[in-house]
């Protein structure tokens, strides 16, 4: 069953949202394909048989003939619109989600995707999905526009804050696709990625089971759990090395130099600050890049990281 | 007065002039030192400076392209880190689109061909005309100032509210500068617009219209109509920007899928500004090249209005992933469709022309064919982009970056270089490096394919575009993109290198090199002054290569020479559409 273009696209692994897509591919290739060889050959045929032999060279005047212009009008037209139908069609699929799809919902921010599930288990960047089910994946921002893209699937939407948008899909395999933000988003934009892991499904309920309840454990537990779903560590190091922010090594009771020249040392009260507010207080030679956590962590959650940050050293 | 002179004009004497072999008085001659070009209100002058600007800025973002592509040679870091990358991409778009793509044909190529085409001395409003180039040399001003504020990383659309919250001051200086820049833009337009309405040389009806008129003419009207609305936009993202105004920013209780719609309102017939004059290069060079008729000159012509008309109307189609209702989303996929008949039919009609032609596969025309398959290539995949549900796919990939250089790059900037060695001797008086020549057109061809055919693939693989780091399945494609955009740069240094050489010691050119029936060729080389030292007086299409040159050299044969005498030519130009 191998057609022409197969070679640019990535495997088919959910077929109910893929299939019409890559159909209409294929034909957009395969018809322009025939156009533009017979462009091509009617240049070069012409280029040659025509060839100019001398400076004197009559050349016949037509000036038009209607019925040329109307075949090389209607043909075209009657092609896109035979496109237009098929893609309006494969993009109503893909806006309609079927009734029993299990809803997962999804935050992506600079610069980490947040799954979140029914029985309040919580992943970063891992998205876990059964196989054979259609899955519905609501998604809202909190900071700029993203977009959600699993290229295995034909999947995308933009993630735009202010409002939830959704996609749907149903993978036939189990593994692994990979996920990309596809709306520019800043300095790691490129490194936004994800990934879809597709069970089982009674593995997945396994998995579910495992990882439901939410956070639990001691203070410092709880915080560095925190600390890992909200994909801090994008930016904030554990080892001392600096990346997009300062590092957590060491922070607690640190004395840091601020961008406007004052200095500061690590508290309860600072991190709380910059959790909640980060434009507030930049600490020197860092840029303040990072969404404002108001609102999105609760006083509790908050104490629990400072416990956690107290620890890294 | 007027109608008593008119009556007379009825029976309008006209005579042959030839045009000389050996100009003493040029253009280049008269007004000599920088500050009479500074001052110039002449429309070929203006154009040359334009076309410097134009070159300058090419040269600047190609090589930024050049370092962009040299980045992605390896998944993660090459030579540059992602802020800088990040930077250099949105720089590299702002300034190919803003300073390049977006006056090149019509202020550079246009401003000096539109007038001479008309047989008019000038365009109608020279002043206007100097002073929209300085608004230009404005423009670029304020976006070097957003360079030295820090610069600016939001991509050349300034997507809110990521443009919001990225360096404000960077953000606020580039976006005044395509704001002031856009006046200049207007200014082109409005002018042009009055020329080709009140300034045709007697005889020039307008079925008599070169067809590079015609596409000067629809790209006017987009100017015109469609950048004050990108200038409101920017205003408003300022506003929010500086007195956090709630429009865009969610934060502050806007939407930013409202300033998409404004954006791409300007920006989707922007494309239109970019792409129709190359058009009408196309018609020209295709004509004079195949020594034949343009087959279906009303096709054509009007085919660059329908353009126009139905490009206002498809920018919903930049929006398919973004969130947009699915009525627009609908309505904008139809539409676009729409837009693609008439570009088909251009192709159609321009290999028309070539059949039982005479054809001379001289540089211009190289150009012709190159841009003839390339643009195919452009349009073929607009269509597939066009698609809803395989855009879904598509959007915001490679897919998209190599359509738009396909039609962009591809397009445009391969008509403007048809254009420019069709027009150079006419501009400099002077020939250039014929074999150098058609050897850079091959290496353009071959450099930009091997660039951007890859891009195609991994854009549909998933490979998602303004990536700094990409996953390694992707290298293989990225390495030979980035190979082949160093041919291409080879490629313009050759072409820097003999048009410029061709300046100092090129072979003196012949008033008309390629035997062109175009009024603009019936001029010396380089034109006079005042472009024609007589009226010229027109009674054959643009295109009638059956009918004999000396019919194409008329004048009147009295004199109206001379400043008053634009008066006189106005009456005349009325009583030929009257009689």
């Known amino acids: ?313 | 007065m007027a109608i008593t002179e008119a009556k007379k004009m009825t029976t309008l004497q006209v005579k042959r002039f030839k045009p000389s072999e050996n100009p003493t008085n040029t253009f280049l001659t008269d007004e000599k030192g920088v500050w009479a070009w500074m001052t110039t209100v002449d429309h070929k002058k203006i154009g040359i400076m334009y076309l410097v600007a134009v070159a300058f800025f090419f040269a600047l973002a190609g090589f930024l392209a050049i370092a962009l592509r040299t980045e992605l040679w390896t998944p993660a870091k090459t030579f540059i880190e992602a802020d800088t990358y990040n930077q250099l991409f949105t720089l590299h778009g702002a300034m190919m689109v803003f300073f390049v793509l977006v006056p090149s044909i019509p202020a550079a190529l246009g401003n000096f061909i539109l007038p001479m085409q008309l047989g008019a001395k000038d365009v109608a409003f020279p002043r206007l005309n100097l002073a929209s180039l300085y608004i230009y040399v404005a423009g670029a001003i304020f976006t070097f100032a957003a360079l030295a504020s820090g610069g600016f990383d939001t991509g050349w659309t300034f997507y809110t509210p990521y443009s919001s919250d990225s360096n404000a001051a960077g953000v606020i200086w580039v976006t005044l500068g395509v704001f002031i820049l856009g006046f200049s833009s207007i200014l082109t337009g409005t002018n042009f617009i009055t020329t080709i309405h009140k300034l045709r040389a007697p005889g020039i009806t307008w079925d008599r219209l070169p067809l590079n008129i015609w596409a000067l003419y629809a790209t006017s009207i987009i100017q015109v109509l469609a950048t004050p609305v990108l200038a409101i936009t920017i205003l408003l993202l300022s506003f929010e920007n500086i007195m956090d105004i709630g429009i865009f920013d969610p934060a502050l209780g806007g939407d930013p899928v409202l300033f998409q719609h404004f954006f791409w309102f300007y920006s989707h017939p922007a494309v239109y500004i970019m792409i129709v004059p190359g058009f009408g290069i196309i018609s020209e060079v295709i004509s004079t090249f195949s020594k034949k008729t343009v087959f279906g000159y009303w096709a054509i012509a009007l085919s660059s209005l329908a353009i126009a008309f139905i490009g206002f109307l498809v920018w919903g189609h930049h929006m398919f992933t973004s969130g947009q209702s699915a009525v627009a989303t609908t309505v904008f996929s139809f539409l676009t469709f729409l837009v693609g008949i008439p570009t088909g039919i251009k192709i159609f009609n321009w290999i028309a022309t070539l059949y039982r032609g005479s054809i001379d596969m001289k540089t211009p025309m190289l150009y012709v064919f190159i841009f003839l398959f390339l643009f195919s290539i452009g349009g073929f995949t607009g269509i597939m982009l066009g698609a809803l549900s395989v855009d879904i796919h598509l959007h915001d990939t490679y897919y998209v970056v190599a359509h738009f250089h396909y039609v962009m790059m591809g397009g445009t900037l391969i008509a403007l270089l048809a254009g420019l060695h069709y027009w150079w001797p006419k501009m400099t008086g002077k020939m250039y490096n014929e074999k150098l020549a058609q050897i850079s057109a091959v290496l353009i061809f071959i450099g930009f394919n091997m660039t951007f055919l890859p891009q195609f693939i991994m854009g549909a693989q998933g490979m998602p575009r303004r990536y700094y780091n990409y996953i390694d399945q992707f290298t293989p494609f990225h390495q030979t993109s980035t190979i082949g955009s160093y041919i291409l740069g080879v490629a313009f240094l050759i072409i820097l290198y003999y048009l410029v050489k061709s300046l100092y010691s090129g072979e003196k050119a012949p008033s008309n090199p390629w035997n062109s029936r175009g009024l603009e060729w019936q001029s010396t080389s380089p034109p006079d002054f005042h472009n024609f030292d007589h009226t010229p007086v027109v009674i054959n299409g643009p295109y009638d290569y059956h009918k004999p040159m000396e019919e194409f050299q008329l004048g009147l044969a009295v004199s109206h020479n001379g400043h008053d005498a634009e008066h006189a030519s106005a009456d005349v130009n009325k009583t030929e559409e009257k009689a």
């Not at chain 1, 599930?117 to 059964?130: D, F, K, S």
């Open chain 1, 1 to 313: 069953m191998g057609r022409l273009f197969d070679f640019m696209l990535p495997d088919n692994k959910s077929p109910l949202t893929a299939d019409s897509t890559d159909g209409l591919f294929h034909f957009i290739n395969e018809v322009s394909l025939i156009f533009l060889v017979g462009i091509t050959i009617a240049l070069i045929y012409f280029a040659i048989k025509y060839k100019r032999k001398s400076e004197d060279d009559k050349t016949p005047v037509i000036t038009h003939n209607n019925t040329l212009e109307i075949t090389w009008s209607v043909i075209p037209l009657l092609i896109v619109m035979v496109v237009f139908g098929w893609g309006y069609s494969g993009w109503l699929n893909l806006k309609a989600v079927p009734n029993d799809a299990y809803e997962i919902q999804a935050t992506g921010y600079k610069w980490n995707w947040n799954f979140n599930y029914e029985n309040g288990a919580q992943t970063l960047n891992e998205l876990h999905v059964p196989k054979g089910r259609p899955i519905k994946v609501v998604m809202q921002s909190r900071d700029v526009l993203h977009s959600f893209f699993i290229p295995d699937y034909r999947v995308k939407h933009d993630v735009v804050p202010g409002r939830y948008t959704y996609v749907w899909f149903q993978a036939e395999e189990t593994g692994e696709s990979v996920i990309f933000c596809t709306e520019y988003c800043g300095t790691s934009h490129s490194d936004m990625l994800a990934k879809v892991i597709v069970h089982e499904p009674d593995e997945f309920e396994q998995w579910l089971e495992l990882n439901g309840g939410g956070i639990q454990g001691t203070p410092v537990e709880q915080g560095e759990q925190l600390v890992s779903l909200q994909g801090c560590q994008t930016c904030h190091s554990i080892d001392g090395s600096p990346k997009i922010g300062p590092t957590f090594k060491g922070i607690w009771e640190r004395e840091q130099q601020l961008t406007d020249g004052s200095t500061v040392v690590v508290d309860e009260n600072y991190i709380r600050e910059s959790i909640l507010y980060p434009g507030n207080k930049v600490v020197a030679g860092y840029q303040n890049v990072m969404s404002p956590y108001e609102g999105r962590l609760s006083d509790d959650e908050i104490t629990n990281i400072i416990e956690y940050l107290k620890t890294i050293n």
